[in-house]
C-alpha cells in the first residue's frame, strides 16, 4: 500500500514571493504519477501539475514547479510569485502507473494562505 | 466549469432518511469516480465506475450504494447513515479506466444528524 505525507498543516506567503509545500511518499511500485491538487474555497480539486515517475525532469506548468526526488521519495511544491488567488488547500496525491480505477493516495493537505 | 456538476451542493439528514447524490459529466469521459473528503482524515476513493468494470474500496459500508445508469451520470444512494459519514463526497470523472487526469465536480457537503 501506498501512503502520503504532507508535514505542514498550514502556510503562510506575501503576494509575490516564492513558497514551497512538501510531500513525501513511500511506495514498493518503480513506475508511477505524483500530482498536486488544488482545492479553494469552490470546493473543486483543481490539478496544479503532474510528474511520471520514469522522466528525471521536474515538471513545471507557467509559476509553479516541482523538485521530484525519486530516490528520497520526495516531491515538493515551489509556487513562484504566489498571487491572492492561490490560496487554497494544497494536496499531494499518488497513482500506480496503468492501476485499474485510478486510484489516487492523497497526503492530508496543506492549506496555504497568500496574504497581500 | 471542469465540466462535472454535483447536485444537491449541500444536503442535511437524519440518520433514518434515505437520500441520493447525483454527478453528472460533460466531458464525454467513460470512468466515473467517489470520493470522500472527511475533516480528519485524507480523501479516499469509495467507488470506480468505467464500462470495463467496478471497483471499489471494500471498507465502505453497505450504506452507501452507487448507480451508474449510463457513462455520464453517477449516483450514490445514502441510507441509514451515521453522523461520521459526515463529509464532503467528491465526484470525479476520466476518459477511460485507467486514464491519470481526472477532473473534480465541486461535492456534496453532507451533514448527518
Known amino acids: 500500500a501506498q501512503t502520503v505525507t504532507q508535514s505542514q498543516p498550514e502556510m503562510s506567503v506575501q503576494e509575490a514571493e516564492t513558497v514551497t509545500l512538501s510531500c513525501t511518499y513511500d511506495t514498493s511500485e518503480n513506475n508511477y504519477y505524483l500530482f498536486w491538487y488544488k482545492q479553494p474555497p469552490s470546493r473543486q480539486m483543481i490539478l496544479v501539475i503532474r510528474q511520471e515517475a520514469y522522466k528525471q525532469q521536474n515538471a513545471t506548468e507557467n509559476r509553479f514547479s516541482v523538485n521530484f526526488q525519486k530516490a528520497a521519495k520526495s516531491f515538493s511544491l515551489k509556487i513562484s510569485d504566489s498571487q491572492l488567488g492561490d490560496t487554497a488547500m494544497y494536496f499531494c496525491a499518488f497513482m500506480k502507473h496503468g492501476g485499474a480505477g485510478n486510484m489516487l493516495t492523497f497526503g492530508g493537505g496543506t492549506r496555504l494562505m497568500v496574504k497581500p | 466549469e471542469t465540466g462535472v456538476t454535483q447536485t444537491p451542493r449541500h444536503l442535511v439528514m437524519g440518520m433514518t432518511n434515505k437520500k441520493s447524490l447525483k454527478c453528472e459529466q460533460h466531458?464525454?469521459?467513460?470512468?466515473m469516480y467517489w470520493y470522500k473528503q472527511s475533516a480528519k482524515k485524507p480523501l479516499e476513493l469509495m467507488f470506480v465506475?468505467?464500462?470495463?468494470?467496478?471497483?471499489e474500496n471494500n471498507s465502505v459500508p453497505s450504506r452507501f450504494s452507487p448507480e451508474c445508469p449510463n457513462s455520464s451520470h453517477l449516483f450514490l444512494h445514502l441510507h441509514t447513515l451515521q453522523p461520521e459519514d459526515s463529509a464532503l463526497y467528491l465526484c470525479?470523472?476520466?476518459?477511460?479506466?485507467?486514464?491519470?487526469?481526472?477532473?473534480f465536480g465541486s461535492g456534496t457537503q453532507l451533514s448527518v444528524l
Open positions: 465506475y468505467s464500462l470495463e468494470e467496478r471497483v
Open positions: 466531458l464525454g469521459h467513460n470512468a
Open positions: 470525479a470523472s476520466s476518459h477511460g479506466f485507467t486514464n491519470e487526469k481526472l477532473f
